[in-house]
T-cell receptor, first 112, second 117 residues
Framework: GDSVTQMEGPVTLSEEAFLTINCTYTATGYPSLFWYVQYPGEGLQLLLK?????DKGSNKGFEATYRKETTSFHLEKGSVQVSDSAVYFC???????????FGAGTRLFVKA | GAVVSQHPSWVICKSGTSVKIECRSL??????MFWYRQFPKQSLMLMATSNEGSKATYEQGVEKDKFLINHASLTLSTLTVTSAHPEDSSFYICSGSDRGNLNTEAFFGQGTRLTVV
């Protein structure tokens, strides 16, 4: 069945460091791929998405490229800020339905 | 993006009482809404899927008599935690998907932190 695997956290970085959070998926067909972010005590917000192979989603300095050949959608940011501290979830829509399949989430701590 | 409003954002209740959480889609029609539970520092656990006008589908291990879900309209779904106990304390999040679009992102409510004392 459909699934999402993302790197375990927590990830601790200093401000202005480079961030990569790995995400790979298994799915039937070519679904859209998403990254969601959850700030402390809040619900999830869509961070970025890509709808087809080789698409690059970007938002707030974060980027992720839909790689069909490696079934990956790694999240990157060139220079993280303290305000980026949150939990990041890689996700895809369940094939044939509306249910979202989430990765386990990666907690990011950014130190000043 | 579309907006899902969840209310209340936090609630404290006494053991044995019931609590209702509302989830409204403000600018789209959500044929399907999902209810998740999140334990501290963990991912989201899908509890149930509710379809407008029909009974909810519960995930394995979720007590349907304890977590009552109603989806009476295309813009409103409610989760009622009945006879709440301290172990029901958790963060509950709802989400909705735009009607008829299978490949779209889900839109999430702000979450409700339930504390049962």
């Amino acid at each position: 069945g459909d699934s999402v695997t993302q790197m375990e956290g927590p990830v601790t970085l200093s401000e202005e460091a480079f961030l990569t959070i790995n995400c790979t998926y298994t799915a039937t067909g070519y679904p859209s791929l998403f990254w969601y972010v959850q700030y402390p005590g809040e619900g999830l917000q869509l961070l970025l998405k890509a709808t087809k192979a080789d698409d690059k989603g970007s938002n707030k300095g974060f980027e992720a490229t839909y790689r069909k050949e490696t079934t990956s959608f790694h999240l990157e940011k060139g220079s993280v800020q303290v305000s980026d501290s949150a939990v990041y979830f890689c996700a895809l829509p369940h094939t044939g339905g509306f249910k979202t399949i989430f990765g386990a989430g990666t907690r990011l701590f950014v130190k000043a | 993006g579309a907006v899902v409003s969840q209310h209340p954002s936090w609630v404290i209740c006494k053991s044995g009482t019931s609590v209702k959480i509302e989830c409204r889609s403000l600018d789209f029609q959500a044929t399907t809404m999902f209810w998740y539970r999140q334990f501290p520092k963990q991912s989201l656990m899908l509890m149930a899927t509710s379809n407008e006008g029909s009974k909810a589908t519960y995930e394995q291990g979720v007590e349907k008599d304890k977590f009552l879900i109603n989806h009476a309209s295309l813009t409103l779904s409610t989760l009622t935690v009945t006879s709440a106990h301290p172990e029901d304390s958790s963060f509950y999040i709802c989400s909705g998907s735009d009607r008829g679009n299978l490949n779209t992102e889900a839109f999430f409510g702000q979450g409700t932190r339930l504390t049962v004392v």
